[in-house]
């Protein structure tokens, strides 16, 4: 997906906050606890520059606790003043005025000083499209001075708002950025409703969010759907569907209304406390330096956490360094290919072979053996392979042409159309244990390859999201064999649908004449 959303009128509020931070003593930017990153326009560091600045987490209420707080500190190590709160229930509210008056100490002396009294700190409130200013503003003056509503870019013009005789706040339009470096941020932005729905494929934005569920909050699904999470995300969100009575006309499972209902059970809360960002594992070692010797408990058990983090991290950097043992020893060669292949061995479906030439800086981390990966980390290495790869070439044979040729001969075949599909073209080829006839170029056969080799590695993942995708679709179109939680492999149920049911159209008859 391809998020960008940048109206009109974000154009005309930026210029006029350019001329409105002249008149302010201090910038109070919101963002959503749940994207606390994700939720700052980088915009609003250059405008606020030599202003005071105080961040609100707001909607901390939904968002997961743990990492409020560890954004928190985070965000107080940058030198911001912080407080996490919900506007809507006025959670955190009462501490806002006191955290002003600390913010602007400074200039409330220099204006007493001057024999300036009883003038109020002018602060400005900033923050993105949908991130709750209006709430807050409201909430803070105890009255509704600003509209609010649940959809991005109801506030249209700036409005000065006096509270009392301390403060007063000047309220402005949300703004976004014209143009998301990364689509990851526009992701994290859509899913909490900051970019208009109706410009979005729902569907899509579904399948995202429960890919990251199911690799960052294991269970949380299964609790409140009552779903298996073994399963492949489309089928998964197919059982939603079916649970919670999303059906279409004909009594069929209505993809589109589950995917609607998950993401609006996130955006509410019902799916639990959820952030959808944690600190990076590349920011830990500045979180630690920063507040390990803070003696408060809470700290110490976020220090002791981030300790932990950063040490798995730091080993995942050595094992992945390891695993361009073979791309350093043949870094001669201009376009080094890793191959591999998924589905020798099952009763239905395709053998997928999958070719892929990877960067020489590589620096995608968590690669190895497909198998020794869950479904979710497979489908997030999956995205990322597919976006920083060189070249991914894929090819496959089918049921019919493995029955004709035999296995081994069909696996050859789709390697070559996988290697074939690559521009440009690789020089060498880095092979998990086979050495393919047929292809002119060197190759190099490593004996368990998918778990010595990045570039094996990386094509042995893509092929195998690519391959249990395809069975996922077949179960829609021949149901009764579990192919979607077998992807063809002789399953007990699989071999008993068999003898019930006999074959299906996608069967290989050569491997299955024992069973029926």
Known sequence: MNFQ????????AKRQMQEDIKLIDLVIELVDARIPLSSRNPDIDELGKNKYRLILMNKADLADKERTREWSAF??????????????????????????????????????????????????VVGIPNV???????SYAGKACAKTGNKPGVTKGKQWIRLNKSVELLDTPGILWPKFEDQTVGLRLALIGSIKDEILNVDELAV???????????????????????????????????NRKCLSKGGEPDYSKAAALIIDDFRSGKLGHITLKSITDSQLAQFIEAYGSDERGGVIKLVDSAKKRLDKYEKELIRTEGLKKYEREYASYAHICGIDEVGRGPLA???VACAVILPKDCDILYINDSKKLTAAKRDELY?????????????????????????????????RQAIGKLDPAPDLTLNDAVTIPGVDIKQVPIIKGDAKSISIGAASIVAKVTRDRMMVEYDRIYPGYGFAS?????????IKALKEIGPSPIHRASFIHNFI
Not at 5 to 12: L, Q, R, S
Not at 132 to 138: D, L, M, P, Q, R
Request: one cysteine or more; a positive charge.
């Open 132 to 138: 709750g200013k209006s709430t807050f503003i409201n």
């Open 75 to 124: 965000f107080k190590e940058k030198g911001f003043f912080v407080v996490s709160l919900d506007a809507r229930s006025k959670s955190g509210m009462k501490s806002i005025t006191d955290i002003v008056m600390e913010a602007c100490k400074e200039k409330i002396e220099r204006d007493r000083k001057r024999g300036i009294k009883n003038r109020p700190v002018r602060a400005m």
């Open 383 to 415: 995205d990322v392979i597919m976006e920083k790869a060189v070249s991914v070439g894929i090819g496959m044979a089918s049921h019919e042409r493995i029955d004709e040729i035999n296995i081994l001969q069909a696996t050859y075949e789709a390697m």
């Open 5 to 12: 959303w940048y109206p009109g009128h974000m154009t005309k």
């Open 486 to 494: 077998n992807k063809g492999y002789g399953s007990a149920e699989h």
């Open 349 to 351: 479906g395709p053998v």
């Open 208 to 242: 995202e969010l429960v890919k990251f569920l199911k690799a960052e909050y294991p269970g949380l699904l299964a609790q409140r759907y009552e779903v298996s999470e073994e399963n492949d995300i489309i089928e998964l969100i197919r059982a939603v569907a079916v």
